[in-house]
């Protein structure tokens, strides 16, 4: 198929969350994450860009888009959580914080008597490439578990980390499975997903991703703008949304969270709609891979089911004209990375979405946050689906191999 050619589009499946309640308040995020990525090398804030003709076309007065599609020399903004969650899970392990440590060579110098020690993890891409990262970072090894079916380009991409990569015969949670068997005193299991027993680590995941609101804030200051009055957050398990959540209902926002989801991995959505946490069958099939999830995270499911408004699920054309519209804006965001658009597309268009228009979030007086999570993690696609390489769209720091 001709990936540029105007397909129409299935339906957006539009929910208001029925078991919302905007007015619980989550504790502040904890300012010592923001000083710890702060360590990290190249650390910069991400550009939050302003997207006018976005906004015209969208008929808002202001898109803006947090591009985290390149996050500390990765195409993504995973890196965040695996680097805190990781450093929090050593401090645990050494039973101290190895501090005072000025960067992360400095750090890797101070814990070098560990060594040989690993961390694991399993992942459908970006979490494990960043444990492999900070793995390598700190002079450890690394044992990444993925799925049966995992694209070549996302197991070299981790491979060219240093990481051993084994491939599981089976899905998401089989490698998770997996994964959690490497536990021992000298490897550390680095999992974004919960399970029974083991919590602390996925939460602290969820807490490095709090810098990105933080800087938002930061930007938004800096510029003289308000406050956004929607932000549209990709989900996959709702790790990433939970953080979102601390953040906008740790305070008094009176803006609307709206999370997206591919149309056959909506599992926040039917949980939602559901009661309680509710899964969705595979096999998931979207190109927005990141989103492929069939079960909320019950380490996010409490901030997710009661702090987010709206729930939208989208089709693959509609990533596919966000990859593009986004490129047109100068932002180069992979299938996952351009959710956050495609849902702002089905919000502005679709019959099935009328509800959201008459909230009245779309008004020309409106702001509109977009989180783009992820870069130009698959190339051959990319370009497929753009027409152009991702050097020719935006300044490309990151290399994705
Ligand atoms: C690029 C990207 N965006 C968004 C998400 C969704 O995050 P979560 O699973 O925490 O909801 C993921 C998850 O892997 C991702 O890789």
Same mark, same amino acid.
Request: glycine share 10%; charged share 20%; with cysteine.
């Given at each position: 198929?001709?990936?540029? !050619?105007?397909?129409?589009?299935?339906? !957006?499946?539009?929910?208001?969350?029925?078991?919302?309640?905007?007015?619980?308040?989550?504790?502040?995020?904890?300012?010592?994450?923001? *000083?710890?990525?702060?360590?990290?090398?190249?650390?910069?804030? *991400?550009?939050?860009?302003?997207?006018?003709?976005?906004?015209?076309?969208?008929?808002?007065?202001?898109? /803006?888009?947090?591009?985290?599609?390149?996050?500390?020399?990765?195409?993504? #903004?995973?890196?965040?959580?695996?680097?805190?969650?990781?450093?929090?899970?050593?401090?645990?392990?050494?039973?101290?914080?190895?501090?005072?440590?000025?960067?992360?060579?400095?750090?890797?110098?101070?814990?070098?008597?560990?060594?040989?020690?690993? #961390?694991?993890?399993? *992942?459908?891409?970006?979490?494990?490439?960043?444990? =492999?990262?900070?793995?390598? /970072?700190?002079?450890?090894?690394?044992?990444?578990?993925?799925?049966?079916?995992?694209?070549?380009?996302?197991?070299?991409?981790?491979?060219?980390?240093?990481?051993?990569?084994?491939?599981?015969?089976?899905?998401?949670?089989?490698?998770?499975?997996?994964?959690?068997?490497?536990?021992?005193?000298?490897?550390?299991?680095?999992?974004?997903?919960?399970? @029974?027993?083991?919590?602390?680590?996925?939460?602290?995941?969820?807490? &490095?991703? *709090?810098?990105? #609101? /933080?800087?938002?804030?930061?930007?938004?200051?800096?510029?003289?703008?308000?406050?956004?009055?929607?932000?549209?957050?990709?989900?996959?398990?709702?790790?990433?949304?939970?953080?979102?959540?601390?953040?906008?209902?740790?305070?008094?926002?009176?803006?609307?969270?709206?999370?997206?989801?591919?149309?056959?991995?909506?599992?926040?959505?039917?949980?939602?709609? !559901?009661?309680?946490?509710?899964?969705?069958?595979?096999?998931?099939?979207?190109?927005?891979?990141?989103?492929?999830?069939?079960?909320?995270?019950?380490?996010?499911? @409490?901030?997710?089911?009661?702090?987010?408004?709206?729930?939208?699920?989208?089709?693959?054309?509609?990533?596919?004209?966000?990859?593009?519209?986004?490129? &047109?804006?100068?932002?180069?965001?992979?299938?996952?990375?351009? =959710?956050?658009?495609?849902?702002?597309?089905?919000?502005?268009?679709?019959?099935?979405?009328?509800?959201?228009?008459?909230?009245?979030?779309? &008004?020309?007086?409106?702001?509109?946050?977009?989180?783009?999570?992820?870069?130009?993690?698959?190339? &051959?696609?990319?370009?497929?689906?753009?027409?152009?390489?991702?050097?020719?769209?935006?300044?490309?720091?990151?290399?994705?191999?």
């Amino acid at each position: 198929m001709n990936e540029t !050619a105007a397909v129409s589009a299935p339906e !957006a499946t539009l929910l208001r969350n029925p078991l919302c309640r905007p007015e619980t308040r989550w504790p502040a995020p904890d300012p010592a994450v923001w *000083t710890f990525h702060r360590r990290m090398p190249a650390y910069r804030e *991400t550009t939050l860009f302003d997207c006018p003709d976005l906004a015209r076309r969208y008929g808002v007065g202001r898109v /803006l888009v947090k591009a985290e599609t390149q996050r500390l020399g990765l195409p993504s #903004f995973k890196i965040l959580g695996a680097s805190w969650a990781s450093y929090r899970a050593l401090c645990e392990h050494l039973g101290f914080d190895p501090e005072p440590w000025a960067n992360i060579n400095d750090l890797a110098r101070r814990i070098s008597y560990l060594r040989p020690f690993s #961390f694991a993890a399993a *992942t459908d891409g970006n979490h494990g490439r960043a444990v =492999a990262f900070m793995a390598r /970072l700190l002079g450890f090894q690394c044992h990444i578990f993925v799925p049966a079916g995992t694209v070549p380009a996302r197991i070299h991409a981790i491979q060219n980390e240093g990481a051993t990569v084994t491939v599981v015969d089976g899905d998401y949670d089989a490698a998770v499975a997996r994964s959690a068997e490497e536990a021992s005193d000298r490897c550390l299991v680095i999992s974004d997903t919960s399970w @029974p027993g083991y919590d602390v680590t996925p939460r602290r995941v969820v807490d &490095g991703y *709090t810098t990105i #609101f /933080l800087e938002v804030e930061q930007a938004l200051k800096a510029a003289g703008v308000g406050e956004p009055d929607a932000v549209i957050v990709p989900m996959g398990v709702g790790a990433f949304m939970s953080a979102a959540v601390g953040y906008y209902r740790s305070r008094d926002w009176k803006g609307s969270l709206v999370g997206v989801e591919p149309a056959d991995a909506n599992c926040v959505q039917v949980s939602a709609k !559901a009661g309680e946490m509710t899964a969705v069958p595979g096999p998931h099939r979207s190109i927005m891979v990141g989103l492929n999830c069939g079960l909320p995270s019950p380490v996010a499911w @409490p901030r997710v089911s009661t702090g987010v408004d709206w729930m939208v699920s989208v089709g693959d054309e509609r990533a596919r004209q966000g990859m593009r519209e986004l490129a &047109g804006a100068g932002v180069v965001a992979g299938e996952t990375g351009a =959710a956050a658009l495609a849902a702002l597309i089905a919000l502005h268009g679709d019959a099935s979405t009328a509800a959201f228009r008459e909230s009245g979030l779309l &008004g020309p007086d409106k702001t509109i946050l977009l989180m783009v999570t992820e870069g130009a993690t698959d190339r &051959g696609n990319y370009r497929a689906v753009v027409g152009r390489p991702p050097e020719e769209v935006g300044t490309i720091l990151t290399l994705a191999h």
